[in-house]
């Protein structure tokens, strides 16, 4: 059954440059910490990591947004930190301070330690999570896999957390580059392995999430992130049991750089919301399909902004297939779900 | 004395793409934390605005990195929130927490008590920091003073400190715009009041920190952060006792939008490091001056890297005038300042 034909595939149509019948929608962190029923069950768990690592909930929690909107895709509900926490890194999560890892990676000695996770022991639970949201979707709508670039991760490794200036890991870039490549050349390679997983499990697209990638100098992003994302898009199985698995590559604060981006082979790229969709579609749109790109923020506006807002960006993009429309980063916790049900709308509407 | 012709020029020929024998250099917070001296002085004060509203000390503070390295420029010691600091928003800064507003800007009747500050009365310790700097300067080299964006001191005042998300200021954005813009206007009247007793006193170049602009969307960077900009680019002072003075525009984050910045009528752009200075100099290098765009963790790196790094930047950059070496943001309070001696070395070393 979770392998019949999907009802709804506009997302993956439209991920093809295939023709639909109006541009699908979904919202980054669609299930998260602004719907108060993620926040009842949040509270159910003792922390964070163990609402991942229980399949059930993470279903349960996957199809909350589906159930209160007319989205064109599910996204498995996890965390992009799982590969590190796989490796052993002792991940936790401090209140109102984000991830912390306490054994970070600082030298040859740590890197040497490091391993690709055996996805079927070491993350299994997400495997899992993803075949019982497949069973619960009952192929309503596509099911999206996704993980950290080898770049973002190692920014959490290194750091041992969230950064600021991100001094460690470009301390390690600029005096012992060797180091890190060995590190990003690891995670490369587990990051294929975890979503071709995901994809054999039934995801039936992934996208990469590259936080802090757009951090970077031209070079150093070329030489430290997007090659590493290219190896991952090589490597990645292309068609699982329901078809054609395209992916997403997202750099935040990328925009500078989409001819390279789009140069991977990628079917996808992701935009974040400082780049007006018009110009990326010139730059690179007859090569691959675009994601994105309406500033979270706008949510906080009235429903009159919202409409013409995303009307803006239907309107940039313009005629022809190959946009999803999406956030250009994930919703705010603070933001009123109602909010995001006059944006569903008003992207469905705007066809009418 | 203080308007006396300059012994060291190269800084002002360069923003005016005039001919000059070598690339100045200055360093963004090239006063500040990463030197020892400036922490001994730091810890005579109680905290960090007693330090900038005690001219003496400031002037103490300024002149420190002259002292160590050969560069090019001194930049007034001061702060970008001296001008809310005015207003009377209550300014502290946390232990490790960065600044605190306790009358942060929410509502109509807060917009409505704000008032343009009066320089002499409010500002005045940082006019008397300029005179006694020009004086201890001996005309060696030119002073910049420098100011905050209109957008990019609202987010401090409507977010009541540092923020991750800009919600605050976003939401009023994107719901009641005509209030962002009342404040807005009166901090570009602000500002431009501000600089412009600056450069009465003897700033002989200015700059605008542009430091959150680049977190906005094209249109809402347009309306709300360049368009002030642009009403100070205008309104500035052009010369004063010493000859032109000319301005730096950098909105960190602003690569995409460079022709905009450009078109203001700016004489010079600051760039940040994500972008290639020989791409920005194709795009808008026949209209301004370009400042930048060293990554400052290059400064992490072994004196090879920085060396390699830097020359690269210049020969990105290439032949011709109107390029200011700096990095790309303000330096890194743990860089071991030997490394900055390297790489002023390697600038003034590229022409040997």
């Not at 910490?33 to 059930?56: A, D, G, H, T």
């Not at 890190?180 to 050349?185: G, I, N, P």
């Not at 587990?190 to 979503?195: D, F, I, K, N, P």
């Not at 429309?325 to 705010?332: D, T």
């Amino acid at each position: 059954m979770p392998f019949d034909a999907l009802e709804n595939d506009r997302l993956i149509r439209a991920l093809l440059k295939q023709p639909v019948d109006r541009t699908p929608i979904w919202i980054m962190r669609q299930a998260g910490r602004y719907l108060p029923e993620y926040r009842e069950i949040r509270k159910s768990v003792p922390n964070f990591m163990s609402l991942c690592q229980n399949p059930k909930l993470a279903c349960e929690v996957t199809l909350q947004p589906l159930e209160r909107f007319d989205l064109d895709a599910a996204i498995l509900f996890s965390d992009i930190l799982t590969i590190p926490h796989a490796m052993g890194l002792g991940l936790h999560f401090a209140e109102g301070e984000g991830p912390i890892f306490d054994h970070p990676i600082r030298n040859a000695a740590d890197v040497k330690r490091l391993k690709v996770p055996d996805v079927k022991n070491d993350l299994g639970y997400v495997i899992d999570a993803v075949t019982t949201i497949k069973y619960a979707l009952k192929n309503r709508v596509p099911l999206i896999g996704f993980a950290g670039s080898p770049w973002t991760l190692a920014t959490y490794m290194i750091e041992g957390g969230s950064s600021k200036n991100f001094s460690k890991i470009k301390a390690m870039l600029y005096s012992t580059p060797e180091l890190l490549h060995d590190v990003l050349s690891l995670l490369a390679e587990s990051v294929t392995q975890y979503l071709n997983a995901q994809i054999n499990a039934g995801a039936n697209a992934v996208m990469i999430f590259d936080t802090w990638g757009g951090l970077l100098t031209e070079p150093a992003y070329l030489e430290f992130s997007l090659t590493y994302m290219q190896k991952i898009v090589a490597g990645l199985i292309k068609h699982n049991h329901q078809g054609v698995v395209p992916n997403i590559l997202f750099t935040k604060g990328g925009g500078l750089w989409l001819e390279h981006i789009a140069a991977t082979g990628c079917n996808a790229v992701g935009l974040d919301w400082m780049i007006n969709i018009g110009d990326a579609k010139r730059r690179i749109g007859n090569q691959v399909a675009l994601q994105g790109n309406l500033d979270p923020a706008v949510l906080y506006g009235t429903p009159e902004v919202i409409q013409k807002e995303a009307k803006q960006i239907l309107k940039d993009f313009g005629k022809g297939t190959g946009h999803v429309f999406n956030l250009g980063h994930g919703i705010h916790p603070d933001i009123d779900p109602e909010r995001v049900k006059v944006l569903v709308d008003a992207v469905k509407g705007f066809y009418d």
